[in-house]
């Protein structure tokens, strides 16, 4: 009888064991299942993604981190996300140290309206980020060398700036940052909004000095759009392009409270001033013409250069001093 029911043990402990063996090997064959095959990169293929932008749509693996920007705000985009471009299109050396503030290694890739798809192409970017208005023409070039985006930034207006800057971060891949980024932009916003007076009725025009004209920006233009946001009326309404030539004649008519006056040709402003019609502008009468750096106001764009513009406009007109 002993003998009996020894042997009925043993044999439930050599069931258990084979039980516990089988559930081993099962956990086992799962553990394999989920291991990438051989030469296969899990984290790239997560990470392919397809991102749209004005021109259509770029698939982009992994973390971009050469990165050639083609415009200035792109590149403020991207200094904002923590990426310094590999390669930049600019006209003047100092104008990357002006948009944010240090200098910064890079390379030079041409001027914004005429990029060196060689010398793009020698930097070997992950990604190209180039202007609607500027590289429409040779993104079919640029995308034999890189993935590229094509995004708004010339002629474009603040929100479309905001819409490019959140493209720019799903690129690559920091959407995190990008929102907290913009929480901090939108706060900075709100407390110069505070100062501006609700019962300000002054309207105000932005205009750069050409040889035979000036060319104005109005409500639709990007500071246009920026300083309207928080409160400070644009001279320019109805108009639908962001930039209009005019001429003395119609600046009279227009007869902006305020004119932000951005450096350029001052041949075209010494004649206006011998000519009585520039002394009827109110701006003028009420001495309200004030110089703004060009760059900043007509150039750069990006979320720093908004909270740049607009902590200058809100000095210059709310200032306590005054």
């Avoid at 920026?226 to 007869?255: C, F, H, R, Y």
């Amino acid at each position: 009888m002993k003998r009996i029911i020894g042997m009925k043990r043993l044999g439930h402990m050599l069931w258990t064991l084979a039980l516990a063996g089988t559930v081993l090997l099962t956990g086992c064959g799962s553990a394999e299942q989920k291991q990438p095959a051989a030469g296969q990169d899990s984290g790239q293929t997560a990470q392919k993604r397809i991102v749209k932008h004005e021109l259509g749509e770029t698939e982009i693996t992994g973390d971009p981190k050469r990165v050639v920007a083609l415009e200035y705000s792109f590149v403020d985009g991207l200094w904002e996300l923590g990426v310094t471009p590999v390669g930049i299109a600019q006209e003047k050396d100092k104008d990357v140290e002006g948009l944010i503030g240090q200098k910064i290694e890079y390379i030079p890739v041409g001027t914004r309206q005429q990029p060196s798809l060689e010398v793009i192409s020698s930097l070997q970017p992950d990604l190209i980020i180039g202007d609607l208005n500027r590289h429409k023409d040779i993104y079919k070039d640029l995308q034999k060398i890189a993935p590229t985006i094509i995004l708004k930034s010339r002629n474009s207006t603040y929100q479309e700036n905001l819409s490019s800057f959140a493209t720019i971060a799903e690129a690559l891949n920091k959407q995190k940052e990008a929102e907290q980024r913009l929480i901090k932009h939108k706060e900075i916003i709100a407390e110069f909004k505070k100062r501006v007076p609700a019962g300000d009725s002054r309207n105000v025009m932005l205009g750069v000095f050409r040889a035979d004209s000036l060319s104005a920006h109005g409500a639709k233009s990007f500071d246009g759009e920026l300083l309207e946001m928080i409160g400070i009326k644009n001279a320019i309404q109805d108009v639908a392009e962001p930039t209009v030539k005019i001429s003395l004649e119609q600046m009279v008519q227009w007869d902006p409270d305020v004119i932000f006056l951005a450096e350029a040709d001052d041949a075209l402003l010494n004649e206006w001033k011998q000519n009585p019609l520039w002394n009827n502008i109110t701006a003028v009468k009420n001495q309200e013409v004030h110089k703004v750096n060009r760059d900043l106001w007509t150039r750069y764009r990006g979320l720093k250069s908004a909270e740049r513009i607009v902590e200058e406009a809100v000095n210059l007109l709310y200032s306590k001093e005054k």
